[in-house]
């Protein structure tokens, strides 16, 4: 566009389609890591279960907690987004372990 023009609604729609486009594929990466990520969980939920271990590791949450929000912060990230993240997410891992660990102890 040269100086001093203002954008056109069609300008608008094209930028806004390209960025949408970025985004969405953003979105799909998100999907197909955090499916990876439980595929692991749900692995070490098997392995609790089997041993007896319990379904929370507060201390492995600690430092995992310490660990994002210092990448958070080198990523530009708000760090307590990233804690509110990680967050949402362990406690969905816990509640896939406390299940597995249920229906371990209804098979014994
Ligand atoms: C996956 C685990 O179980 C729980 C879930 C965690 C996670 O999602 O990262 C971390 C700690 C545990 O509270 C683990 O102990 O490693």
Redesign the pocket.
């Known amino acids: 566009m040269l100086a001093g023009m203002s954008a056109s609604v069609e300008d608008v729609r094209v930028e806004l389609e390209r960025l949408r486009g970025s985004i969405d594929n953003i979105d799909a990466a998100i999907v197909y890591i955090l499916a990876e990520?439980f595929k692991?969980?749900q692995q070490?939920?098997r392995l609790?279960a089997e041993h007896v271990?319990?379904?929370?590791?507060?201390e492995?949450?600690a430092s995992?907690i310490a660990r994002l929000r210092r990448l958070a912060e080198d990523a530009k990230l708000d760090p307590a987004f990233a804690e509110k993240l990680?967050g949402f997410?362990?406690s969905?891992?816990?509640r896939h372990?406390e299940q597995i660990a249920a229906d371990s102890v209804k098979r014994a």
């Open positions: 990520r692991y969980t070490v939920g609790k271990l319990p379904p929370a590791d507060a492995r949450e995992q990680l997410i362990i969905e891992v816990i372990h």
